[in-house]
Protein backbone atom coordinates (compact mmCIF):
# COMPACT_ATOMS: atom_id res chain seq x y z
CA UNK A 1 0.00 0.00 0.00
CA UNK A 2 1.33 3.12 -0.92
CA UNK A 3 -0.38 6.89 -0.31
CA UNK A 4 0.96 10.07 -1.79
CA UNK A 5 -0.21 13.21 -0.89
CA UNK A 6 -0.03 16.37 -2.59
CA UNK A 7 -1.39 19.98 -2.87
CA UNK A 8 -0.10 21.63 0.14
CA UNK A 9 1.24 25.11 0.80
CA UNK A 10 0.91 28.47 2.55
CA UNK A 11 -2.49 30.75 1.84
CA UNK A 12 -3.46 33.44 3.75
CA UNK A 13 -6.59 33.03 6.07
CA UNK A 14 -9.72 32.60 3.77
CA UNK A 15 -8.19 31.21 1.35
CA UNK A 16 -8.41 28.04 -0.53
CA UNK A 17 -6.45 24.97 -0.77
CA UNK A 18 -6.92 21.17 -2.90
CA UNK A 19 -5.50 18.50 -1.02
CA UNK A 20 -4.68 14.82 -3.35
CA UNK A 21 -3.84 11.43 -2.44
CA UNK A 22 -2.79 9.25 -5.00
CA UNK A 23 -3.26 5.44 -3.78
CA UNK A 24 -2.01 2.57 -4.91
CA UNK A 25 -1.24 -1.69 -4.03
CA UNK A 26 -4.81 -2.05 -2.94
CA UNK A 27 -8.25 -1.78 -4.30
CA UNK A 28 -9.04 1.39 -3.61
CA UNK A 29 -12.84 1.62 -4.62
CA UNK A 30 -13.23 -1.03 -1.86
CA UNK A 31 -12.23 0.95 0.96
CA UNK A 32 -13.13 4.19 3.09
CA UNK A 33 -10.73 6.93 2.82
CA UNK A 34 -9.69 9.51 5.53
CA UNK A 35 -7.80 12.77 5.84
CA UNK A 36 -6.58 13.54 9.49
CA UNK A 37 -4.55 16.27 10.32
CA UNK A 38 -1.58 16.93 12.83
CA UNK A 39 -0.90 20.10 14.37
CA UNK A 40 2.34 21.11 16.25
CA UNK A 41 2.10 19.98 20.04
CA UNK A 42 -1.17 18.10 19.19
CA UNK A 43 -2.79 14.50 18.47
CA UNK A 44 -3.28 13.78 14.95
CA UNK A 45 -6.99 14.18 14.41
CA UNK A 46 -9.38 13.16 12.11
CA UNK A 47 -10.82 15.23 9.51
CA UNK A 48 -12.72 13.85 7.12
CA UNK A 49 -13.92 10.30 6.14
CA UNK A 50 -15.28 8.81 2.46
CA UNK A 51 -17.16 5.73 2.31
CA UNK A 52 -16.49 3.27 -0.28
CA UNK A 53 -20.40 4.78 -1.45
CA UNK A 54 -18.64 7.93 -2.57
CA UNK A 55 -21.89 9.37 -1.10
CA UNK A 56 -21.12 8.76 2.14
CA UNK A 57 -18.80 11.19 3.76
CA UNK A 58 -18.58 12.42 7.36
CA UNK A 59 -16.39 15.24 8.94
CA UNK A 60 -15.12 16.89 11.83
CA UNK A 61 -17.19 19.97 13.62
CA UNK A 62 -14.29 21.86 12.96
CA UNK A 63 -14.67 21.59 9.56
CA UNK A 64 -18.09 21.17 8.80
CA UNK A 65 -19.04 23.36 5.90
CA UNK A 66 -15.70 24.43 4.84
CA UNK A 67 -14.11 21.34 3.76
CA UNK A 68 -15.22 19.07 1.39
CA UNK A 69 -13.59 15.23 0.80
CA UNK A 70 -14.31 12.87 -2.88
CA UNK A 71 -12.67 10.46 -4.32
CA UNK A 72 -12.32 9.30 -7.94
CA UNK A 73 -12.08 5.56 -8.27
CA UNK A 74 -10.82 5.70 -11.81
CA UNK A 75 -7.70 7.50 -10.52
CA UNK A 76 -7.47 5.87 -7.50
CA UNK A 77 -7.37 9.42 -5.64
CA UNK A 78 -8.90 10.96 -2.42
CA UNK A 79 -9.20 14.74 -2.08
CA UNK A 80 -10.00 17.09 0.26
CA UNK A 81 -10.94 20.52 -0.57
CA UNK A 82 -10.20 22.97 1.50
CA UNK A 83 -11.95 27.13 1.47
CA UNK A 84 -12.56 29.50 4.09
CA UNK A 85 -9.23 28.39 5.59
CA UNK A 86 -8.35 29.24 9.22
CA UNK A 87 -4.85 29.97 10.74
CA UNK A 88 -6.20 26.68 13.28
CA UNK A 89 -6.15 24.37 10.05
CA UNK A 90 -2.52 24.75 9.74
CA UNK A 91 -1.21 21.45 10.38
CA UNK A 92 0.46 18.45 8.47
CA UNK A 93 -2.42 16.04 6.59
CA UNK A 94 -2.08 12.87 5.99
CA UNK A 95 -3.92 10.31 3.90
CA UNK A 96 -4.62 7.18 5.61
CA UNK A 97 -6.90 4.15 4.98
CA UNK A 98 -7.35 1.05 7.01
CA UNK A 99 -6.75 -2.32 5.13
CA UNK A 100 -7.23 -5.69 6.70
CA UNK A 101 -6.93 -3.78 10.54
CA UNK A 102 -4.09 -2.28 9.63
CA UNK A 103 -3.60 1.67 9.02
CA UNK A 104 -1.60 2.83 6.25
CA UNK A 105 -0.35 6.49 6.23
CA UNK A 106 1.20 9.00 3.81
CA UNK A 107 4.10 11.00 4.04
CA UNK A 108 1.87 14.06 4.67
CA UNK A 109 1.63 17.33 3.13
CA UNK A 110 1.89 20.75 5.15
CA UNK A 111 -0.56 23.63 5.20
CA UNK A 112 0.16 26.79 6.71
CA UNK A 113 -2.65 28.98 6.83
CA UNK A 114 -1.22 32.73 7.75
CA UNK A 115 -0.97 36.08 6.33
Known amino acids: VVLVESGGGLVQPGGSLRLSCAAS????????MNWYRQAPGKERELVATIHRTAGITNYADSVKGRFTISRDNAKNTVYLQMNILKPEDTAVYYC?????????WGQGTQVTVSS
Open 25 to 32: GFTFSSYA
Open 96 to 104: NVIRLSRGY
